[in-house]
């Protein structure tokens, strides 16, 4: 059973840096698409990035282009964001999700592919 842990979370001012970190237990990522999602107070889950383990395929949501960069660390079992030129309109929870398999192309994930979830951690950035 995969267990997610996210971190790296916080406050941040605008234009700052944060990296979140989604560890991984009990499975090896290598055979699963690795996604990051946000939710803000009122609104829907968004997906924000997403990365297919087996073939390197990554995606980035329109909001995320040039900013935000996906990663794996394989020896730790681990995928990162790298989130550059916060904004206030970033702040929201952020969650890791997987799935196991592959994704062929580029495409928009919807929160219902993914079937394991963490806890999520927040990240705020105000000034």
């Known amino acids: 059973q995969v267990q997610l842990v996210e971190s790296g979370g916080g406050l941040v001012q605008p234009g700052g840096s944060l990296r979140l970190s989604c560890a991984a237990s009990g499975v090896t990522l290598d055979y699963y698409v690795i996604g990051w999602f946000r939710q803000a107070p009122g609104k829907e889950r968004e997906g924000v990035s997403y990365i297919s383990s087996r073939n390197g395929i990554t995606y980035y949501a329109d909001s995320a282009k040039g900013r935000f960069t996906i990663s794996r660390d394989n020896a730790k079992n681990t995928v990162f964001l790298q989130m550059n030129s916060l904004k206030p309109e970033d702040t929201a929870v952020y969650y890791c999700?997987?799935?196991?398999?592959?994704?062929?192309?580029?495409?928009?994930?919807?929160?219902?592919?993914?079937?394991?979830w963490g806890q999520g951690t927040q990240v705020t950035v105000s000034s």
């Open positions: 999700a997987t799935r196991l398999g592959v994704v062929g192309t580029a495409q928009r994930l919807g929160p219902r592919f993914f079937d394991s």
